[in-house]
């Protein structure tokens, strides 16, 4: 667009409109840089006014992230002996739980510093201010070189993500929120990093002692819902050893916490007794995946293996709602089923959609799945959905309605779907997307104009996955790998830019690989282990 807009103002004219809207438009864009670097500076001051030890070891150069629990700050620390070192600093919000603080601090110092896992090199308090320094790892923008890897660079990845989930999976971590920015990749360094431990959860034997101390929101508020003392599986009870000194923090200062403990919750109760929040069963009304189309909805139900045990729901499943797309006062009034979910929706498995709450590591591998999707597509975010029944039915147009709703069926949960969809072949799906089927022109230099951050599935577009490639070209928004980025690799870009060896020929097992890692049977997924000696990796060594 704008570079056709260049072209015609070749000869502009002294005061043409269009030279002073660009000037205009250039002038907000300095406006609003400065105003971003004030507000930068002025995090800075106040995480040097909240943890004021910091000053005395590093100079902290730039804010490099901020998501809705923390903020990551880039710094430098002059240490006793050899070159200024690098770090990042992660100032966790105070509300975080004193518990989820310490036991995100134990992942990465007990599962981190190898296999691609992040390690941790100090921790500073003060008061409820905690600050995790890292060493700091200049990575990419998954989006900005999505289109621009090469083959084998794909493989690289993927075959260090997995390295990293073995790791932590061997520790009874599962980490619940893998996605492309939570693994750094430093592209031309080749040095990748799985972070943010701030949703993990332990599995029934994790090696991880705080994650047995830390549970979800959701299973919060089932205890909240039950009133019930009764603590379950690997949980702790009241009076079980919460570190001390963490536990005089204070947390009760802002709405925002991050999914904490039973101890929490349990003094919680006995305070007021009250309902942490008002059951969501409206949740299960149908939502609509195309706009004003006819879609599919769908409808999530426990199942009656399930029912006994995971809910106190009137038992019979033939409703006056059974098998439409309404629901009735009975379906209304069941109590909501509670599991864990916390993560990103696009990346969620199905049984983290259902809400199945025995979930394990095999959660992480869908994840990866759903990355290695985008990688194969050439799409981020490939499935973009604002609630969690808009990305089951996403799923199913990938991989089958009829297919979703039998592996449900494994985990306990029973779907209703109103509109049969199949599923597709991943090579087909794949290859339309980037451009490389028969249909299409030929993979060219051109594929960067491919809009690979226009999602592959969003709530606007059709369900019908041949109706969703056909974003228009010429939108992506090209290398924002520029000096003076602090989140980009400086050197990088340029050199890899065309780079698309490989991908006129992508063999079968990258699809079956892919297959098995969206495998809808939590029970049946690949693991990280064995995915590293898929014959994809064949000559590759851990
Ligand atoms: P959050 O819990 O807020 O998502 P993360 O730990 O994921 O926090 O960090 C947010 C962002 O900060 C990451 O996506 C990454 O861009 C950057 N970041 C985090 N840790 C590091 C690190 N060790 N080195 C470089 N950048 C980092
Ligand atoms: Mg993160």
């Given at each position: 667009m704008e570079?056709?807009l260049?072209?015609?103002m070749d ?10 809207r660009?000037?205009a ?15 930068v ?7 040097y006014?909240?943890v ?27 240490l ?14 105070p ?38 320094a ?5 990575h990419?923008?998954f ?17 260090n993500l997995?390295k990293a ?21 430093n ?11 701030g949703?993990a ?7 991880i002692?705080?994650?047995k101390?830390?549970q ?22 009241l009076?079980g ?19 904490y ?7 919680k ?16 009304l ?13 409808k999530v ?5 399930m029912?006994k ?6 038992a019979?499943?033939?409703c006056?709602?059974y098998?439409?797309d309404?629901?009735?006062?009975i379906?209304?009034s ?7 979910r ?10 983290v ?10 959660i992480?591998?869908?994840?990866a799945?759903v990355?290695?999707?985008s ?5 981020y ?8 029944l ?11 309605s ?13 779907i209703?779907?109103s ?14 997307l ?41 939108q992506?928004?090209g290398n ?5 980025d602090?989140?980009s ?23 079956d690989?892919l297959?098995?890692l ?22 590759m060594?851990l």
């Amino acid at each position: 667009m704008e570079a056709s807009l260049g072209i015609q103002m070749d000869e502009p004219m002294a005061f043409s409109p269009q030279r002073d809207r660009f000037q205009a438009e250039g002038s907000s864009k300095k406006n609003e840089q400065n105003f971003k670097l004030a507000g930068v500076k002025k995090d800075i001051e106040k995480l040097y006014e909240a943890v004021p030890q910091l000053s005395n070891v590093f100079k902290i150069k730039d804010k490099i992230g901020e998501g809705t629990f923390s903020s990551v700050y880039l710094a430098t620390a002059q240490l006793q002996v050899g070159p200024e070192e690098k770090i990042a600093l992660k100032h966790l919000i105070p509300t975080s739980h004193p518990i989820r603080i310490a036991a995100e601090l134990q992942c990465l110092t007990v599962a981190g510093g190898q296999d691609n896992v992040m390690g941790v090199k100090y921790c500073f308090r003060k008061n409820d201010h905690v600050v995790i320094a890292m060493p700091y790892l200049e990575h990419e923008s998954f989006l900005d070189i999505l289109n621009s890897l090469s083959f084998q660079e794909v493989r690289e990845y993927m075959f260090n993500l997995f390295k990293a989930l073995k790791r932590i999976h061997q520790f009874g971590i599962v980490h619940r929120d893998v996605k492309p920015s939570n693994f750094l990749y430093n592209r031309r360094l080749k040095k990748y990093a799985l972070v943010d431990f701030g949703l993990a959860q332990g599995t029934h034997d994790t090696k991880i002692e705080l994650l047995k101390f830390v549970q979800s929101e959701a299973q919060q508020e089932r205890c909240s819902q039950n009133k019930s003392h009764i603590i379950t599986g690997n949980k702790i009870p009241l009076s079980g050893p919460v570190p001390k000194e963490l536990d005089q923090q204070s947390t009760t200062k802002a709405s925002v916490k991050r999914p904490y403990t039973n101890a929490q919750i349990q003094i919680k109760q006995g305070k007021d007794g009250k309902l942490m929040k008002q059951s969501k069963t409206v949740d299960v009304l149908s939502r609509k995946l195309a706009t004003k189309k006819k879609a599919i909805s769908t409808k999530v139900m426990n199942s009656g293996v399930m029912r006994k045990t995971a809910s106190s729901c009137p038992a019979s499943l033939t409703c006056d709602c059974y098998a439409t797309d309404k629901v009735c006062s009975i379906c209304l009034s069941r109590r909501q089923q509670v599991a864990p979910r916390a993560g990103t929706p696009g990346f969620r498995a199905p049984e983290v959609l259902t809400k199945c709450p025995n979930q394990t590591t095999a959660i992480d591998m869908w994840s990866a799945g759903v990355i290695f999707l985008s990688l194969l597509s050439g799409r981020y975010p490939f499935y973009k959905a604002s609630d969690d029944l808009t990305a089951l039915a996403q799923i199913m147009t990938i991989r089958g309605s009829r297919e979703t709703i039998q592996a449900a069926k494994t985990f306990g949960k029973s779907i209703l779907c109103s509109k049969e969809v199949p599923a597709q072949d991943l090579r087909k799906l794949c290859e339309r997307l980037r451009g490389m089927d028969s249909n299409t022109p030929k993979l060219t230099s051109d594929v960067q104009g491919h809009a690979s951050h226009q999602p592959a599935i969003s709530e606007k577009t059709d369900h019908k996955a041949s109706h969703l490639i056909q974003t228009p070209p010429g939108q992506y928004s090209g290398n924002s790998l520029k000096k003076g980025d602090s989140n980009s690799c400086e050197h990088c870009f340029d050199e890899y830019n065309t780079n698309l060896e490989g991908w006129n020929e992508v063999p079968d097992e990258a699809y079956d690989l892919l297959d098995k890692l969206l495998d809808l049977n939590p029970a049946s997924r690949i693991t990280a282990e064995e995915a590293l000696w898929h014959p994809f990796f064949k000559d590759m060594s851990l």
